[in-house]
C-alpha cells in the first residue's frame, strides 16, 4: 500500500465475505504492528474499479486466448524486429519470484536487457551509491538495527508518514532505551516534530554537511584506523576533499548555525552504534548518489557498520524494490548482482538458466524506455503492476507515447 516496510498482514473472512485485516504478530517487519495504510487495506479488496478478468480491446476474453495473443505478439515483433524492440516495465510490486521470471525470460530468453522498473526513479541513486562503496548493491543494515543504535539520524525520510511501522518501532526504542533521534531535512516534518533534534538543512546541501562531518570524524580521533586500513580504498583522496572545506564554509552551505552543527559532529562521533537511514530525500537528487557516499563514508571512516546498531541504511519506497534489484530487475545488472558488462557473470548466468543467450548489453532505463516507445523503437510493451501515466517523469509524454 505504497510503502516500503513489507509488513505482514493476516486477512480473516467472515461469513458475509466481509474481509478484515490484522498485523501478523510473527512477521519480523511489524510484528503485528499496522499503520492506517496497512489497516485499510481491506478496503481494496471489493470488485469496484477493479481488472478481474483479461480484457483485448476493452472486451472480456479468457486467459488462454489473452495469453496466446501476447506471446504470439511479442515473438512476431522478436522475429521482424530483433529482440531490442521489445521491453518489459516491472515494479517494486512484484513478489521476488515475478520479478526474477520476468527477467530470466527478457534476458535470457527474448535476448535483451529491456527490462527496467519503478524502483529506477526512487532507488537508482542508492544502487549506485552502493555499487560505488561497496561493489555490489547491498545494504548493510536489518530493521532490528534501528532498535538496537544509540543514535538514528534520519535524513531526507519523514518516517512517520512514509514508513510509519519503522517509526513506531523506533519511538518504542526511544522510550525504552533513549534512542537519539536526529532529523537532517529542509522540512519540519510530523519525524522532525519527535527528534531530539532537527537540522533544516538547505535544500541540496546534504554532501557538504557529511563531508563535514568526515573531517570532523578525523580530526577530533573517532576514526578506526584499523578498519579504514583493512577494509577501505580510497580514503586518502576522501579525506582530503573533505578538509577542504572549513566549518563555516558548511554552515555557508547548510545555512546552519556553526553551534548546531558542532552539537551533531560531537554527537555523532561521541556515539558508538549509530545509524544513519536515508530515503527519498536523498535519492531523488541530481547529486543522490554523490549524497548516498558522503553519508556512507562516515560509517566507513568510523568503522561503524557490519555489526548490530550501526551502519547506513537505505529504506526503500516499495515493499519489493530490494528484492527486485537482488534478483537483477533492472536493465544494467544480472541476478544476484552480477554484473552484464562482466562475459563470465553473463556465462554462469547461462547455464543456470540453461538460456540460448544471455543480453550482452544495458537496456534502456525506465525514462528512455517510454522515449524508445514514442519513437518507434520499442514496437511491444507489457507493463507489470505499475501505471506510469501516473508516476513517471513527463506523464503526458509517456500517456501520448502509450496511445500512438
Known amino acids: 500500500p505504497y510503502c516500503g516496510v513489507g509488513c505482514g498482514v493476516l486477512a480473516d473472512v467472515a461469513p458475509d465475505g466481509a474481509v478484515a485485516v490484522r498485523g501478523d504478530p510473527d512477521h519480523p517487519a511489524n510484528f503485528g504492528r499496522l499503520c492506517s495504510k496497512g489497516s485499510a487495506l481491506a478496503e481494496t479488496l471489493g470488485p469496484d474499479g477493479r ?25 512476431e515483433t522478436v522475429a521482424a524486429h530483433g529482440p531490442d524492440s521489445v521491453a518489459f516495465y516491472v515494479s517494486g510490486q512484484l513478489l521476488t519470484e515475478d520479478y526474477y521470471v520476468a527477467n530470466k525470460l527478457m534476458k535470457g530468453f527474448i535476448g535483451s536487457a529491456n527490462i ?40 531526507g525520510s519523514n518516517l512517520a508518514w512514509c514508513h510509519p511501522v519503522l517509526f513506531q518501532r523506533l519511538v518504542a526504542a526511544k522510550e525504552r532505551r533513549g534512542t537519539r533521534i536526529v532529523v537532517v531535512d529542509p522540512r519540519r516534518t ?26 570532523h570524524l578525523w580530526s577530533s580521533g573517532a576514526a578506526d584506523l584499523g578498519f579504514v586500513a ?19 564554509d558548511v554552515a555557508r552551505a547548510t545555512g546552519l548555525a556553526p553551534a548546531e552543527l558542532q552539537r551533531f559532529y560531537a554527537l555523532f562521533a561521541g ?41 547506513p541504511f537505505s529504506i526503500t519506497g516499495q515493499p ?14 544480472l541476478a544476484a548482482h552480477m554484473a552484464l558488462e562482466d562475459a563470465g557473470d553473463r556465462d554462469r ?49 509517456v500517456q501520448g507515447a502509450l496511445i500512438t
Not at 547529486?287 to 557498520?305: E, F, M, P, Q, Y
Open 190 to 215: 510530523a519525524t522532525a516534530a519527535s527528534s531530539d533534534f532537527h537540522l533544516a538543512l538547505r535544500p541540496g546541501s546534504d554532501v557538504a554537511l557529511f563531508n563535514g562531518l568526515l573531517a
Open 116 to 155: 527496467d522498473t519503478n524502483s529506477r526513479l526512487c532507488m537508482a541513486s542508492a544502487v549506485a551509491g552502493h555499487r560505488r562503496a561497496f561493489g555490489a548493491d547491498v545494504v548493510p543494515c536489518t530493521y532490528t538495527d534501528l532498535e538496537e543504535a544509540d543514535l538514528v539520524v534520519l535524513v
Open 320 to 333: 519489493n524494490a530490494m528484492g527486485g534489484r537482488e534478483v537483477g530487475g533492472l536493465a544494467n545488472q
Open 51 to 75: 481488472l478481474l478478468h483479461p480484457e483485448i480491446g476493452g472486451k472480456r476474453a479468457s486467459w488462454e486466448r489473452a495469453l496466446d495473443l501476447v506471446a504470439r505478439r511479442f515473438s
Open 271 to 311: 556515539t558508538e552504534r549509530v545509524v544513519t537511514v536515508f530515503s527519498q530525500g536523498v535519492n531523488q537528487a541530481a547529486d543522490g548518489t554523490d549524497k548516498v557516499n558522503a553519508i556512507i563514508n562516515c560509517h566507513l571512516v568510523t568503522g561503524r557498520i557490519g555489526r548490530p546498531g550501526a551502519g
Open 349 to 397: 548466468v547461462r547455464r543456470f538458466w540453461r538460456s540460448p543467450r544471455v543480453a550482452e548489453r544495458a537496456g534502456l532505463k525506465a525514462v528512455d524506455l517510454f522515449r524508445a516507445v514514442a519513437d518507434g523503437r520499442v514496437k511491444a510493451l507489457w507493463i507489470m503492476a505499475t501505471n506510469p501515466a501516473d508516476s513517471m517523469p513527463e506523464a503526458d509524454a
Open 230 to 248: 583493512g577494509h577501505t580504498s580510497g580514503f586518502d583522496a576522501a579525506l582530503s576533499a573533505a578538509e577542504s572545506v572549513r566549518l563555516a
